[in-house]
């Protein structure tokens, strides 16, 4: 078994050289350490390694990691019921899936005022699936526009999570479309910083960075496979 520290390290190597492939600066990548369902002590031997940004989907489980170790940087990257957004807007510094107004504007207005703005990026259900969460590409403009009013959250970009495949190419094809729809948006607002791109794990994040990924989200490649708890 390698440990965390060998397969950061293994997957440092692969994000610079998918970027030099790619024609990017590697410094444009942002590695998002996956740490649901993992103990304290393994996410402590990722930040010994260097790591400071953690990925978090289950609140509960969350929030013990988090008050254990409050100097790195937290990303809540899993779907969001709307009583749970105070626990989040005190504790986390990003947030990757809103999908509603409701839980943005609750989030901007329970963020704690000595912390910064929460960096919020939108979950778009890029391949319009019946049973997927998200906002579908088409609402997905009004939302950014409403979410432009709050004063506690800064709107930062776009998430999604596509449904698997098996080539290069068919991987690209919704990291494209996500791109595109990020471009629009941020150019028919004039929104300089609307320019987060999160997408791509450990199975497509090639793809990904060739599509202009600027957060990939890793789990197994950094702590191994998960047990049960997907
Ligand atoms: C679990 C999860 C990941 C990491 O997946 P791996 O395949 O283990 O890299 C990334 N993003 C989200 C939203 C997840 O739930």
Known sequence: MQNINTRLANIKAEIQAACEAAGR??????????SKTQQVDRVEAAINAGQMHFGENYLQEAMEKV??????????????????????AARFDWVHSIASTKVARRL????????????????????????????????TPALVDDMLQHA?????????????SDTPEAQRKPFDQLRL?????????GLENFDQLSMGMSGDFHAAINAGATW???????????????
Do not use: C, Y
């Open 181 to 189: 729809l990020r471009d629009e948006i941020a150019t028919s607002r």
């Open 108 to 139: 901007s207005d329970q963020r704690p005022a000595n912390l910064p703005p929460i960096e919020t990026l939108i979950q778009v259900n890029i391949s319009n699936e019946a049973q997927k969460s998200g906002v579908v590409p088409e609402d």
């Open 152 to 164: 506690n959250i800064r709107v930062r970009g776009l998430m999604a999570i596509p449904s698997p």
């Open 67 to 88: 008050d254990a170790l409050p100097d790195v940087n937290w990303h809540f990257i899993g779907a969001i019921q709307s009583n749970k957004t105070r626990d989040i």
């Open 216 to 230: 990939i989200r890793i789990g197994t490649a950094i702590f191994g496979p998960r047990e049960s708890k997907q």
């Open 25 to 34: 600066a590697a410094d444009e990548v942002r590695l998002l350490a996956v």
